[in-house]
């Protein structure tokens, strides 16, 4: 099979039969062979209806359905599981994104020999303040942190090889991060293509400003377990040595400058009556706490049933 369309989708009846016939005009123009699988994340509409009709009246177009709303990473990860195609397109369901760019992101990924192409919607119709400027900082963000030149992690448009799809896991919020792990998997020919984006056409976006403080959280999570996740000890133990080493060393220099000032008979000034003496305690806690947690991060890692889990690319 050529291409697997997967589209998660969560109240979205009104643009399923429009969607759905513009794919299939772009799949017979191009003779592709081509299965469609909309993911349900527990919409309360009639959704799943107009999935079920839609599959009794064409043979290429599969459903799943949540029972409640999970989100769109785990509406993603099994349509990936589901996918069966050569190349995988994901899109979204409102009609934002064109079903017209699939023919390109499939030669740029068959013949250009792309692990990943993600879309880029350089003329967006979305709020400015609400939408498009912290975007705008969110990529900037995620560019500088992953090093990937991309202009629009987020975009919902974006093809793979299957393979990709099959080596990845995407859970909780992490569908804005898809480039950034697969480049962690070793998938590092990652690709962009200019979109077009269109006006949301029926109903209201899904996602609230929420989202902004979320993905930014979430690229804390990835960029820490992409370095740090089989070996904590190397972050959490390093900066607990060094806090320990200069709350330590704050305490040593009191010490010293205490005995030198009653050896020259000067004022004396207790210890433990300058505010240096508790930040060094502070430092010396935090340091410690900071070293244990190192150590129970690794006690943990290695009780790991995944820690010896390596993507193998080729075998002789």
């Not at 469609?36 to 919409?43: A, C, M």
């Not at 999970?70 to 899109?91: C, N, R």
């Not at 370095?227 to 959490?236: A, C, E, S």
Request: charged share 25%; hydrophobic share 40%; aromatic share 12%.
């Amino acid at each position: 099979m050529d291409i697997s369309i997967v589209i998660p989708l969560l109240n979205e009846e009104e643009s399923l039969p429009e969607l759905h016939a513009w794919i299939q005009r772009v799949m017979h123009a191009n003779s592709y062979s081509y299965e469609v699988i909309f993911i349900d994340d527990g919409s309360k509409d009639r959704s799943w209806k107009v999935i079920e009709q839609l599959s009794t009246t064409d043979s290429n177009v599969r459903g799943i359905k949540f029972r409640r709303n999970y989100g769109k990473s785990p509406a993603l990860f099994v349509g990936f599981e589901a996918a069966s195609g050569d190349v995988v397109i994901t899109m979204d369901a409102d009609l934002q994104d064109s079903p017209d760019e699939i023919p390109e992101l499939f030669r740029m990924v068959k013949d250009e020999g792309y692990d990943l192409v993600s879309g880029w919607k350089k003329k967006r119709y979305d709020p400015i303040l609400s939408k498009n400027l912290p975007s705008k900082l969110f990529n900037a963000t995620a560019r500088k942190v992953s090093k990937i030149k991309l202009h629009d992690f987020n975009c919902g448009l974006k093809a793979y090889r299957n393979e990709v799809v099959k080596s990845i896991e995407v859970y909780g919020e992490m569908h804005r991060y898809i480039p950034i792990i697969a480049k962690q998997a070793g998938y590092t020919k990652i690709g962009e293509k200019p979109v077009q984006h269109q006006e949301r056409k029926y109903g209201t976006t899904k996602f609230g400003m929420e989202r902004f403080v979320n993905g930014f959280l979430d690229l804390l999570t990835i960029t820490f377990m992409s370095k740090f996740g089989k070996r904590p000890m190397h972050l959490f133990g390093t900066l607990g040595s060094l806090m320990f080493l200069f709350g330590g060393g704050i305490t040593i220099w009191l010490i010293i400058e205490k005995f030198v000032a009653i050896a020259q008979h000067l004022k004396v000034r207790e210890v433990s009556a300058q505010p240096l003496f508790y930040i060094a305690l502070v430092m010396t806690i935090v340091g410690v706490q900071l070293f244990l947690a190192g150590f129970l991060g690794e006690l943990i890692s290695r009780s790991s049933t995944e820690r010896n889990n390596y993507l193998i690319d080729k075998k002789i």
